[in-house]
């Protein structure tokens, strides 16, 4: 991932209802979770969940796809796994030995 890219991925992690809500799709691991589940655990309006959701989808955090009528938000663990080796990869590189 390029720093434009980490630095959005941050930057919509950085909302607390945003990081609520991907830590709850993180939790469902590989299946993900549904939309209406996501809502009422979090006891976050639709339209408000919805605007969320985008946010989370357009930094490539997450993707959703659709069973019948339920909709289902799953997590991108590559993204997630890119965004915390950016924070890694360098620590303590120019630490003087």
């Known amino acids: 991932m ?3 890219q980490i630095a959005k991925s941050l930057k919509e992690l950085g909302h607390p209802t945003r990081l609520a809500i991907f830590k709850r799709v993180i939790k469902a691991g590989y299946q993900g979770i549904a939309v209406g ?6 006891a976050i309006p639709g339209s408000t969940l919805s605007h969320h959701i985008s946010s989370l989808a357009s930094a490539g955090l997450l993707t959703q796809r659709r069973e019948g009528r339920t909709l289902f938000c ?6 997630l796994t890119s965004v915390i080796s950016f924070l890694q990869d360098e620590c303590c ?3 003087q030995q």
Do not use: R
């Open 2 to 4: 390029d720093i434009n």
């Open 37 to 42: 589940d996501i809502q009422q655990q979090l």
């Open 74 to 79: 799953v997590a991108h663990y590559d993204a």
């Open 93 to 95: 590189i120019d630490e």
